[in-house]
T-cell receptor, first 115, second 113 residues
Framework: GAGVSQSPSNKVTEKGKDVELRCDPISGHTALYWYRQSLGQGLEFLIYFQGNSAPDKSGLPSDRFSAERTGGSVSTLTIQRTQQEDSAVYLC?????????????FGSGTRLTVV | AQSVTQLGSHVSVSEGALVLLRCNYSSSVPPYLFWYVQYPNQGLQLLLKYTSAATLVKGINGFEAEFKKSETSFHLTKPSAHMSDAAEYFCAVTDQAGTALIFGKGTTLSVSS
């Protein structure tokens, strides 16, 4: 597609429920990133995929967070047993390659609210 | 370890005034540096990037930034602010592996008429 598409744009869930957030990167972009943006905290790196290589999961805050990328394209970020501190905007970005020289193209994000 | 510090979480200027948003970095390798802008309810948009070519980098919307290795700085400037520049601005540096970006906490720019 023309840009990075994220869905849903907004999600309200009850504490303890599982949620899935979807990211559809730009066609042909081999690198895909997930970041979390909390108020006053900037962007926190979560996970990074490059082609068919094993993902870099070093930023995932707990084992309740997981992500997968199917067929080198669409990615899903799953949060199990959501907690109130998970409330944030989750941003997805893609890049032509893992070389950050290219910069990222970001989606508009999913605003997650855990009540 | 790579890190970015943005001085001032909030900057206010008058329309037509100089915009200066400060960014200092720490990097154990030659850095690639970026400025992104985020308008309300939107994702981040690349303003400009430094990738070891010219130290003065020009970006979109009249913004520019100068890489100063001696000061470990990459401050963002615009000679004359416009109301439409009101947004949040993020400075970022590549991580040590060169595969992900590390962002600062952001600076919110307000522009008054």
């Amino acid at each position: 597609g023309a840009g990075v598409s994220q869905s849903p744009s907004n999600k309200v869930t009850e504490k303890g429920k599982d949620v899935e957030l979807r990211c559809d990167p730009i066609s042909g972009h081999t690198a895909l990133y997930w970041y979390r943006q909390s108020l006053g905290q900037g962007l926190e790196f979560l996970i990074y995929f490059q082609g068919n290589s094993a993902p870099d999961k070093s930023g995932l805050p707990s084992d309740r967070f997981s992500a997968e990328r199917t067929g080198g394209s669409v990615s899903t970020l799953t949060i199990q047993r959501t907690q109130q501190e998970d409330s944030a905007v989750y941003l997805c970005a893609s890049s032509l390659s893992a070389n950050t020289n290219y910069g990222y193209t970001f989606g508009s994000g999913t605003r997650l609210t855990v009540v | 370890a790579q890190s970015v510090t943005q001085l001032g979480s909030h900057v206010s200027v008058s329309e037509g005034a100089l915009v200066l948003l400060r960014c200092n970095y720490s990097s154990s390798v030659p850095p690639y540096l970026f400025w992104y802008v985020q308008y309300p309810n939107q994702g981040l948009q690349l303003l400009l990037k430094y990738t070891s070519a010219a130290t003065l980098v020009k970006g979109i919307n009249g913004f520019e930034a100068e890489f100063k290795k001696s000061e470990t700085s990459f401050h963002l400037t615009k000679p004359s602010a416009h109301m439409s520049d009101a947004a949040e601005y993020f400075c970022a540096v590549t991580d040590q592996a060169g595969t992900a970006l590390i962002f600062g906490k952001g600076t919110t720019l307000s522009v008054s008429s």
